[in-house]
């Protein structure tokens, strides 16, 4: 079965400076990846995706994942962080052989100005 | 973390049916729980979210006669798809929103439902 892991609780970094946020997977077979983001009081919002092709995925709000399968991670990245980024971000992961999706346990990100 | 179960894990029907889907939190009192939609090779949609003693409220394009949400304690709410259609066939996934004394609500999944409408 397959399985997603967020080894940080919470990532804290400073307005303007970048971000990253930790994803490392397991699965059987080839890997479908996401990333969402859940604001204050709201429902998760999809954030980006890979499912094949580039190993460099961009997504909504300036936001980025690299694909590494020798280090099976999906690592979320962003060049420069905003306050407004502060958030809950969801990993998750799919076998392509299984549609049944499982979340990471969530990191939270605080930017500070 | 809170445990989150649904129930049925599958389910198959016939279309024109009902089915309904159960989402519980075992071990937290859940005031807000969240209902998404996965399509094959798509990602998650948020669908409604479900406030305990009030009516839910559905994302844009979300027909909400046809899900019926009910959230009537704090640890259960439910799902309807009624008059069910192949187009309805899904993935389901419930979650419930804690507030934990923080400003965010914190999200945990439950396992999810597949429904498949013949």
């Known amino acids: 079965a397959q399985s997603v892991a967020q080894p940080e609780d919470q990532v804290n970094v400073a307005e303007g400076n970048p971000l990253t946020v930790k994803c490392t997977y397991s699965v059987s077979g080839n890997p479908y990846l996401f990333w969402y983001v859940q604001y204050p009081n709201r429902g998760l919002q999809f954030l980006l995706k890979y499912i094949t092709g580039d190993n460099l995925v961009k997504g909504s709000y300036g936001f980025e994942a690299e694909f590494n399968k020798s280090q099976t991670s999906f690592h979320l990245k962003k060049p420069s962080a905003l306050v407004s980024d502060s958030a809950l971000y969801f990993c998750?992961?799919?076998?392509?052989?299984?549609?049944?999706?499982?979340f990471g346990a969530g990191t939270r990100l605080t930017v500070k100005p | 973390g809170a445990v989150v179960s649904q129930h049925p894990s599958r389910v198959i029907c016939k279309s024109g049916t009902s089915v309904k889907i159960e989402c519980r939190s075992l071990d937290f009192q859940a005031t807000t729980m969240f209902w998404y939609r996965q399509f094959p090779k798509q990602s998650l949609m948020l669908m409604a979210t479900s406030n305990e003693g009030s009516k839910a409220t559905y994302e844009q394009g979300v027909e909400k006669d046809k899900f019926l949400i009910n959230h009537a304690s704090l640890t259960l709410s439910t799902l309807t798809v009624t008059s069910a259609h192949p187009e309805d066939s899904s993935f389901y996934i419930c979650s419930i929103g804690t507030s934990g004394g923080s400003s965010y609500n914190e999200q945990f999944f439950g396992p999810g439902t597949r429904l498949t409408v013949l």
């Open positions: 998750a992961v799919r076998d392509n052989d299984n549609n049944d999706m499982r």
